[in-house]
């Protein structure tokens, strides 16, 4: 039985035990039946002997595994079940790992040492995008030769197709691993640079974006970012009023152009919708001027904006027609920046919104010829606390059971009398002097702030081990606990790229 095999018995299982509000089909019949018919399908898995063709990386930004926990339980709510026995379209994947993600200077990372690692094979400084660790963070001068080789350049050398997609400006630091080198990832476009950077004319992320030298380029990019592409002195096609932040004066979409004349450079979902992908090799679409929408709060959006999913469809079926294979990466990125806001509800939904985008790629490719890793590059502090009886809402307050182990009538209380929720942070925005009373509250709605105890403007990284969850050729490299940088490694054994020569 293949590893797919497995999955759909699991999830027949999961449809069963979830029918009619899911409670039915509960017992102790379910769970010996489950564990039993799990143990053979352990049993029966077997690695893929054949390489990998095609590898997908999709990175939750900050989709540590409370925020996966509580997502899987947010989506099976949405779906009129209690929500813990659901899973998630990546949990279903066969081969699961930890990741230690912490930077080499740094105990809590931050995004640019990590993407790093996971693509270049290498753990470098917090802040550092594709240089190696003995660059100090913003230090131009000492960033040449110490470039790290990574993933997308190897795999444009050998004539595959590669791209990235995310939901943040496609310079921030996620995307810009595949491509940039950068000794501070927040040189986004020139007006970010230092002066020393600016003197010394290092180039800014975006201008690596559009320069990067290695085959034809990045064949799909998709995402957000538009400002630092476009001028000052040019006004945003969606926001009139706004213009770029670019202050050498260069337009680098109409520079891509140039550089792809057969290339579509777009904007928005009705140009998004109109290219057709078996006519398109190169696509650079930039949906906002900076970071795309939440999920949540997308189909607000004026001009409008595909989903992570659709996207990630797009990308697939233009980047499968080169015979050689591809390399995707994929972020879902701002499930990291409603974590920094306090607010789990935008982060659930963009973790949910992640793993629809994995169900489609899955679906889009052969788990025979594809390999699709699905981790993130660090945690958050997220909690998932109290003793909620099961399947109390996950975004609600706390509703402890009573003495013989049934639902209580009434919300647990803290020491002072006040209701709490089950979800909650250990810093952030949402640190009162006081706690609040959220007696009247209803703490599910999405503009609530989470509460958290220490205050900072902005909720931090954890220092936790992630997931990383794999199927596909090679999907059974991903096993134990792991350093970060070894998920580069894993993808390259799985291509079969390794040369021991090199
Ligand atoms: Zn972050």
């Not at 935008?346 to 629809?356: K, N």
Request: glycine share 10%.
């Amino acid at each position: 039985m293949s590893a797919r095999g497995g999955r759909i018995v699991l999830g027949a299982l999961a449809a069963l035990t979830a029918g009619a509000g899911g409670a039915a089909a509960e017992g102790p019949e379910k769970w010996l039946r489950q564990g039993r018919k799990a143990v053979e399908n352990a049993q029966a898995l077997r690695p893929t002997a054949a390489r990998a063709k095609n590898a997908i990386i999709f990175v939750g930004d900050g989709m540590d595994l409370a925020t996966v926990t509580a997502a899987r339980i947010l989506e099976g709510q949405f779906q009129g079940r209690k929500g813990e026995e659901n899973l998630l379209a990546f949990e279903e994947f066969p081969y699961v790992a930890l990741a230690k993600t912490y930077n080499t200077n740094q105990q809590v990372p931050d995004s640019a040492g990590t993407i790093t690692a996971i693509l270049s094979g290498a753990k470098t400084r917090a802040g550092v995008i594709g240089l190696d660790e003995t660059v100090e963070r913003g230090d131009a001068r000492g960033a040449a030769g110490h470039e790290l080789r990574n993933l997308f350049q190897e795999a444009e050398q050998r004539g595959l197709a590669t791209g990235v997609v995310t939901t943040t400006s496609v310079t921030h630091a996620t995307p810009a691993a595949a491509y940039a080198h950068s000794p501070e990832r927040n040189w986004e476009n020139d007006s970010n640079l230092s002066p020393a950077a600016r003197a010394a004319n290092f180039p800014d992320i975006a201008r690596q974006l559009v320069e990067w030298r290695y085959g034809d380029g990045l064949d799909v990019i998709l995402g957000g970012g538009r400002c630092h592409f476009l001028p000052t002195t040019t006004a945003d096609p969606e926001y009139p009023d706004a213009t770029g932040q670019r202050g050498d004066g260069r337009n680098l979409i109409t520079e891509w152009q140039k550089r792809h004349p057969k290339g579509r450079s777009i904007w928005n979902r009705a140009e998004f919708d109109a290219v057709d992908p078996a006519k398109t090799r190169n696509l650079l679409g930039l949906f906002e001027t900076s970071h795309m929408q939440f999920d949540l709060d997308r189909s607000k959006d004026n001009a409008g904006e595909p989903s992570l999913t659709e996207m990630t469809e797009k990308a697939i079926a233009i980047l499968a027609r080169n015979p050689k294979g591809y390399v995707l990466l994929v972020e879902g990125g701002r499930i990291d920046h409603a974590h920094h806001l306090g607010n789990a509800h935008r982060a659930l939904v963009g973790t949910i919104a992640m793993s629809d985008a994995v169900r489609t790629a899955r679906e889009k490719t052969s788990e025979k010829d594809t390999l699709i890793v699905v981790t993130a590059d660090h945690g958050h502090v997220l909690s998932i606390s109290g003793y909620p009886t099961r399947g109390n809402p996950i975004l609600g307050k706390v509703l402890e059971n009573d003495e013989r182990g049934e639902p209580s009538t009434e919300f647990a209380r803290d020491l002072n009398g006040l209701p709490y929720t089950t979800l909650g942070y250990q810093n952030g925005p949402g640190a009162r002097k006081a706690r609040p009373d959220l007696s009247a509250v209803d703490t599910t709605e999405p503009e609530f702030r989470q509460e958290s105890l220490i205050p900072l403007p902005h909720e931090t990284h954890s220092g936790e081990d992630v997931p990383v969850y794999a199927d596909g050729p090679g999907g059974n490299l991903f096993h134990g606990v792991q350093e970060q940088s070894y998920l580069y490694h894993a993808i390259v054994e799985a291509l079969g790229w390794y040369k021991p020569d090199e």
